[in-house]
């Protein structure tokens, strides 16, 4: 098993302006990027670093921040905004709300199962203490369809019961965590490792998270 791949970033609005190409150079693969939270907001700089992350020829994902309203109508607004290609990796951020009502497991459930059937493909699910709280120790079968993205600042990997491995691991957010905390052109940030190799990264994500 190759040692986990650490070259992936994700940002939004929260990151300012950023320099993608200089992310390459420096050995960044590929960008995940807040696209839309709840039913309305479109995070402001999503256009523009798609942008970017074409120019620097980076893969590139897009995350959907949950609250608690409709599911199916979440779903309907990210897709919208971000008009997946095939490559384009899809995730629902399922965490703690600090604005508003948390999306709960049945919003979740809905968000997730409407992308599939519009997408084809089951998207990404990043979590972390949220997920344990609402699951351990059991299982939930429909999330359990999602590749999983753990979002934990240690050293060590703890997984939800709901899932055997983990495919990317926040380790950091720029601060807490393990080092390296920071990305040339983007700076101090959330940075993600993937579960393989920079070729199985690649190919990954040309199936659009098929696993």
């Excluded at 700089?45 to 992350?53: I, L, P, Q, S, V």
């Excluded at 919208?80 to 490559?87: A, C, E, R, W």
């Excluded at 600042?153 to 703890?158: D, F």
């Amino acid at each position: 098993m190759a040692e986990p791949f650490n070259g992936v970033v994700d940002i939004s609005h929260h990151n300012g302006t950023v320099n993608l190409i200089k992310a390459k150079e420096s050995g960044l693969a590929g960008v995940f990027q807040k696209a839309t939270q709840g039913q309305q907001f479109v995070d402001p700089t999503f256009e523009t670093n798609r942008k970017k992350a074409q120019a620097a020829d980076l893969l590139w994902g897009a995350y959907h921040f949950g609250t608690g309203s409709d599911g199916t109508l979440q779903a309907d607004h990210f897709l919208d905004t971000v008009q997946p290609g095939d490559d384009t990796l899809l995730v629902l951020d399922l965490e703690a709300n600090p604005q508003g009502p948390n999306m709960g497991l049945t919003e979740a459930r809905a968000f997730v199962t409407h992308v599939h059937e519009v997408t084809g493909r089951w998207p990404g699910l990043y979590s972390g203490h949220y997920i344990k709280a609402l699951l351990d120790p059991r299982t939930d079968p429909i999330l359990g369809k999602c590749w999983f993205w753990l979002a934990q600042y240690g050293p060590t990997a703890v997984l939800p019961t709901n899932w055997a491995k983990w495919t990317f691991w926040q380790y950091t957010d720029g601060g807490l965590g393990p080092e390296p905390h920071s990305v040339a052109g983007v700076g101090r940030c959330d940075r993600d490792r993937f579960n393989g190799s920079d070729a199985d990264l690649r190919a990954f994500w040309a199936s659009g998270g098929a696993q």
